[in-house]
Structure formats: structure tokens, C-alpha cells
Nanobody
Framework: QVQLVESGGGLVQPGGSLRLSCAAS????????MGWYRQAPGKERELVAA???????NYADSVKGRFTISRDNAKNTAYLQMSSLKSEDTAVYFC??????????????WGKGIQVTVSS
């Protein structure tokens, strides 16, 4: 069983910065893609950023140039550095990990979510 624990959320003023961390624990043989999603009240969950095991990244257009995703494979941890935060970034952020299987398919694991609030 793989468990994901997110940390680093909280309240920040517009223009400020936060760094989210996602630590994966449990029985882990390999991890393919790690990513961050977010969901604001009344809106669908959306991909914020993702990073492959090889370091290739993908970002939502709304956060390009402001957010940076990274990973530390030795610690099985993903990070999301968020800068120049806007009120529209307010949401619950979820960590996602994709694990390969012997059948060639991936299994997704999700964190329980962490609140990020951007407000004066």
C-alpha cells in the first residue's frame, strides 16, 4: 500500500509564495509520473503540474512561469514551488503518483489534499 502525505499549504497574501511537498511511503518499487492537481469550490479537478521519472514537466497554462514542479527520487518526494500567487490559485491541492505494474498498466495513488488560500 502506497500512502501520500502532503504538506506546506496554508494562507498566503497575493504575490506571495508557498512550497508544497508530497512524500510517498509504503511499498514502492518504482514511480512513473508524479503530479499535482487542484480543485476549487464548484469547479472540476484540474492538472496543475506533472513530472515524469525522466524529468519531463507539464504545466497548466494558468500557472506557467509561476509554478515549478520537481522531485527527489531518493526521498520519494515531489515538490511544487508556487510563486506570484493569485486569488484564483485558491484550492485544495492533491498529490498524485503513478506506479507501473507487471501488466504494463499504471495504478494511481492520491493524497487526501491540502488547502491553499491566497487572500489579503
Amino acid at each position: 500500500q502506497v500512502q501520500l502525505v502532503e504538506s506546506g499549504g496554508g494562507l498566503v497574501q497575493p504575490g506571495g509564495s508557498l512550497r508544497l511537498s508530497c512524500a510517498a511511503s509504503g511499498i514502492i518499487f518504482s514511480i512513473n509520473t508524479m503530479g499535482w492537481y487542484r480543485q476549487a469550490p464548484g469547479k472540476e479537478r484540474e492538472l496543475v503540474a506533472a513530472i515524469t521519472s525522466g524529468g519531463t514537466t507539464n504545466y497548466a497554462d494558468s500557472v506557467k512561469g509561476r509554478f515549478t514542479i520537481s522531485r527527489d527520487n531518493a526521498k520519494n518526494t515531489a515538490y511544487l514551488q508556487m510563486s506570484s500567487l493569485k486569488s484564483e490559485d485558491t484550492a485544495v491541492y492533491f498529490c498524485n503518483v503513478a506506479r507501473p505494474t507487471r501488466w504494463g498498466k499504471e495504478i494511481d495513488y492520491w493524497g487526501k489534499g491540502i488547502q491553499v488560500t491566497v487572500s489579503s
